[in-house]
């Protein structure tokens, strides 16, 4: 098989996972093993394709042998690939930790092929080198993630989904209408031709509409201030496999948009979109930390960190210089790994003690010292305590703020941060080192469980964490791919190239333009 | 006729924003519905009007002719149709599970998951 | 629903909308109409006939249950789209042969016949999900 069908793989592959498992939804047993094997298997192909893209560059892959800019392009650049090899690390822990956490009832409803369908949506939207198909990437995922969402239909559920679906799909008609607009403007759909097609637009105020259109869509699923009611309303409720993954991936792939969008696209009029986007951040970090240190339960604490660190993603977008944009690909590879991480392990505290309020756990670092340390490295790295992941990502994109001269971000950033660390500890002393108080319920059936048990639940956390402190070791290889990134995404021309060999496809005849004369 | 779509687009706008600040989840679903079909008749709109010309080449061409309809807005709309059908049908079911677990169809009255 | 016409008339009917869904379906090759169209229309059929008849017999008259139409459907998409790969084109380029039969004159055969088959159960698969969870309450 050649190089170029690689790209297609991530797309592929949970498909064809989804199908076997729809196909097999009678047995419990089938449905386990063939989701963590597709799972593993999807994790193989995309470390391929990221190996594949950092040994050749660009890949680039023409559905159904249209060529570019008529047919649907699918792009494997850099930050394409790091991200699906995220994704497929994610979905491959979050699979076997489901093998433990979740009911067999909801197993049986198809929880895992919507885990597949959901990884799909999300590999098709990194990997697509179209604005439609990006849309329709988007969809496949949000209905993934309602079905997920709602799955078991309880109480909390019901009233989260109505909220989570309600914003989503207001967005997607946003996104929508931007589509229509911009396709109205430039005849184009295709990221490459867009981004050349924009350049040498006579019109700033169409462009300045558009890409404001394009960030109220991304920003909605990237959830930034002040779009960002709809997660931590939701992101509480569902069974935590599924809020596991979805922390981890689903707002990434809006920060994933907004950075393709700001990088390729509108790059004309830095001076608005640029300082409006570091304002967004500034704020988004601040409001998403304050939300959180006015919680008492774990679940809802980690939702509104990730609204903070959104934050600091779209803060080194926002700068726009290849050092900051390099902390902000270091910030998304930590905090995908990290963020997952605290939901596992918080869903195994909401297990043993059936409940994730804080005033009503406690005592774990005696009883559970396994999970009180990985527990203690992943809070630690999201505050950004040396030597783990998070200390770097954070001082890369600090870096980048003062180099930039921005001196007021650099201060939020700092600030939030050591919020960040005072509502982890917050969670550190009273789930694991205040005694458990005397009403407090332990759940004896998770005491009971059976060690392949304990071991499904354990081992996806333990994985986590020490990829956590490896990057936090390994500082210096992460650096430099996530600075290899940065440097690729500013050069939009290498993306126009490998998407579009023979240069701009102006000349052609297009059939859609000047047919308003009579 | 631009014009006049422009005009359908904007009224449907409204009445989809308008039926979305209602109290009941119905109108809510309603509402969303009509920003669906707004967004999808911009996307044809902005894709330029021609009345009555297939967009289909001519034996032994490779171009049309004449100036004709452009057929990916119209393309990408049915493909939004679609998505927005699934997803709609998906929200009414919700809707009436929530209406039966709850027991309230006030918008008002669900905020157990908020902060 | 309890109307003595519609209920007898569902049973004659249905059939009858199962065939015009697959014609729709075989017209979609060169003209209006398609997989979505047709699945919407069987859909529909069937329906009525859960509406008229409960939710029980109808899943009786499907035979299959509703998420295995998806996954059908989603392998036969999925097959159209891998199988260039193993003749050297890219994924999803259609394949197109010709086969001559007595009596149906010249056919062309090919992978998007197969993809919009694949459609054709995915939308019926859909859409009976909705319509059966509504009906099962």
Known sequence: MNAQAVVILPIALPLATMVMLLLSLKSIPAQKLIGVVGSALLLLSTATLAWLVDRDGILVLQAGNWPAPFGITLVADRLSSIMVLLAGLMVFAVSVYSLASVDNSRVRFGFHPLIQLLLMGVCGAFLTGDLFNLYVWFEVMLIASFVLLTLGGERGQLEGAIKYVTLNLISSAVFLAAIGVIYAATGTLNMADLALKLRSFPNEGTVSVLSMLFLIAFGTKAAVFPLFFWLPASYHTPPVAVSAIFAGLLTKVGVYSLIRAFTLLFVTDLEFTHNLLLLIAGLTMVTGVLGAMAQNEVRRILSFHIVSQIGYMVMGLALFTPLALAGTVFYIIHHIVVKTNLFLIGGVVEQRFRTGRLERIGGLYRSAPVLATVFFLSAMSLAGVPPLSGFFAKLTLIRGGLEAERYAIVVAALVVSLLTLFSMTKIWSEAFWKPPPGDAVTDVSSRNRSRTGRACLYGPTILLASITVGIGVMAGPVMNASMATAEQLLDQNAYINAVLPDGPTGQVPAVSRERRSP | MDILLAITVGGLYAAGIYMMLRRNVVKLLIGLGLLSHAANLLLFTAGGLVRGRVPVVPDGGTWPLVIVADPLPQALILTAIVISFAVLAFALVLIYRTYQTLGTEDLDELKATDT | ?137
């Open chain 3, 1 to 137: 629903m309890d109307s003595v016409i519609l209920k007898t008339a569902i049973r004659f009917l249905l059939p009858l909308l199962l065939l015009a869904s697959v014609f729709l379906f075989l017209r979609g090759h060169n003209e209006p109409g398609g997989g979505f169209v047709g699945g919407l229309l069987a859909s529909g059929a069937i329906a009525l006939y859960a509406m008229t008849h409960g939710a029980a017999a109808a899943r009786q008259v499907v035979r299959l249950p509703p998420r295995f139409l998806i996954g059908a459907g989603l392998l036969f998409a999925l097959v159209s789209g891998v199988a260039p790969l193993f003749f050297g084109r890219p994924f999803l380029t259609g394949l197109w042969t010709k086969i001559t039969t007595e009596g149906l004159g010249e056919l062309h055969i090919g992978t998007p016949l197969l993809f919009d088959l694949g459609v054709y159960c995915v939308v019926t698969g859909v859409t009976l999900v909705f319509v059966f969870s509504l009906l099962e309450e």
